[in-house]
């Protein structure tokens, strides 16, 4: 009997969750969509109910909340019970297809804001860390544990960024929480190995979404498609520790962190933040 699997996405409505959401719906996931945009989230969800026949359950949750983490298992472990209409989609009940359960998390969400560290309130820090570490990490522990204990196989896919390897100036918070997960996700790559639980992070360049677009760069900044970068993450997820997407990011990684003294690569770094962010030059 043909099995359909759930997946999770953290931050589904736009942008590059937008884009993970669009490709999961079209492998024929049945998907988890959490995102704290009503709108957005519902607008997203009509689209690929439509388009794919899939069944979708919505959540509309701050993953900066105490709680995010536990509003997202519950579902996880009984993805059918907040189903707005359980008849939706092409999978009914005696179609000779079974529900795999959930199998996949993409944590895709971020806080993200570019300006001088000092300029932050430490409210806003705090932010950083509920939404871009504390969050992910709890409900990573948590999906990892389920999945183990269910002896189900299993993908969880951390949506990082360049930034948290190369640490530029200017978005220090941001940077320093997408460098977390890189380190959360190298270490559990072995740990969870046996369990068949495979674990990414992927570190993608500038992209094009309505977040970046926001910080108001200055410059002719070439930007990612973001569903280049969401296929290429969940092509990569489980295969290795830490992906990098694009040639050109990948290749400027290799001379920055291999070729280059490490004083001069940062040097070329923030100079590069600093052109495309003059106001905060000093
Ligand atoms: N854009 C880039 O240039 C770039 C580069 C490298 C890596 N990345 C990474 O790629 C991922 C996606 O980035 P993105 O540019 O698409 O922006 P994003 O702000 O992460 O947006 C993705 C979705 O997550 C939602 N979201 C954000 N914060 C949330 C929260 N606290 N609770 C619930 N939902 C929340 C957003 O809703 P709202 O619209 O309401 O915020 C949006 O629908 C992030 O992890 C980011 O670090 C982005």
Request: proline residues 4%.
């Given at each position: ?19 993970f959401t ?9 998907l988890i ?225 291999r070729i ?23």
């Amino acid at each position: 009997m043909e099995e359909v699997q759930w997946a999770l996405i953290a931050g589904s409505a736009e942008g590059l969750g937008e884009a993970f959401t669009t490709l999961l719906a079209a492998q024929g996931f049945n998907l988890i969509l959490v995102d704290r945009g009503r709108e957005a989230l519902e607008k997203i969800e009509r689209k690929v109910v439509k388009e794919y026949g899939i069944k979708v359950t919505s959540l509309c949750v701050d993953l900066g909340e105490q709680d995010a983490w536990k509003v997202c298992m519950d579902a996880v472990r009984n993805p059918e019970s907040r189903l707005r209409d359980p008849g939706s989609g092409v999978q009914n009940e005696g179609s000779g297809i079974q529900d795999g359960g959930c199998t996949m998390l993409v944590y895709c969400a971020a806080m993200s804001e570019v300006k001088p560290f000092l300029n932050h309130s430490s409210e806003n820090l705090e932010r950083f860390i509920d939404v871009n570490n504390r969050t992910a990490m709890l409900v990573v522990h948590a999906f990892a544990g389920y999945l183990r204990d269910q002896k189900k196989p299993g993908k969880i896919l951390l949506m990082s960024s360049l930034a948290g390897l190369m640490a530029p100036v200017y978005i220090t918070p941001y940077a320093a929480s997408k460098a977390f997960l890189i380190s959360l996700a190298r270490s559990l790559y072995y740990e969870l190995k046996p369990y068949r639980i495979g674990i990414s992070t992927c570190c993608a360049g500038i992209i094009n979404t309505p977040k970046f677009l926001e910080s108001r760069a200055q410059g002719d900044i070439p930007m990612a498609d973001p569903f280049r970068v969401a296929a290429y993450a969940i092509k990569m997820c489980g295969k290795k520790a830490v992906c990098i997407d694009g040639f050109t990011n990948r290749l400027g990684y290799f001379f920055i962190s291999r070729i280059l003294p490490s004083a001069f690569s940062s040097y070329f770094v923030n100079r590069a933040m600093r052109k495309m962010y003059p106001t905060f030059s000093r």
